[in-house]
């Protein structure tokens, strides 16, 4: 089993940027694919970002595509979401998950075994 602990979310300014930290606990997190997630007051979780165990390979929602980066430092069992030129839009609660398959980059949220309590971001504009 895998906890996961997300932290760095807070108040922005619409076109400023944050930097969400997931902390991994338990077993090895080199062997689990890494996503994040969020959620909108009113509105379901939706898919940002995801990406392999070697960060390599990432995927990314159109929504955040050239504004989110997702990676990961497996020596410190952390991944984390650059988040750059945030909108107002992008006020959510984020969530990290991890994925049994360390090469999975899908957005099916019900595909990830393993979740954090999610931190909140919120942009003012």
């Known amino acids: 089993q895998v906890q996961l602990v997300e932290s760095g979310g807070g108040l922005v300014q619409a076109g400023g940027s944050l930097r969400l930290s997931c902390a991994a606990s338990?077993?090895?997190?080199?062997?689990?694919?890494m996503g994040w997630f969020r959620q909108a007051p009113g509105k379901e979780r939706e898919f940002v970002a995801a990406?392999?165990?070697?960060?390599?390979?990432?995927n990314y929602a159109d929504s955040v595509k050239a504004r989110f980066t997702i990676s990961r430092d497996n020596a410190k069992n952390s991944g984390y979401l650059q988040m750059n030129n945030l909108k107002p839009e992008d006020t959510a609660i984020y969530y990290c998950?991890?994925?049994?398959?360390?090469?999975?980059?899908?957005?099916?949220?019900?595909?990830?075994?393993?979740w954090g309590q999610g931190t909140q971001v919120t942009v003012s504009s």
């Open positions: 998950a991890a994925h049994r398959n360390p090469y999975y980059t899908g957005s099916g949220d019900n595909e990830y075994a393993y």
């Open positions: 990406i392999t165990w070697t960060g390599r390979t990432a």
């Open positions: 338990g077993r090895t997190f080199s062997n689990y694919a």
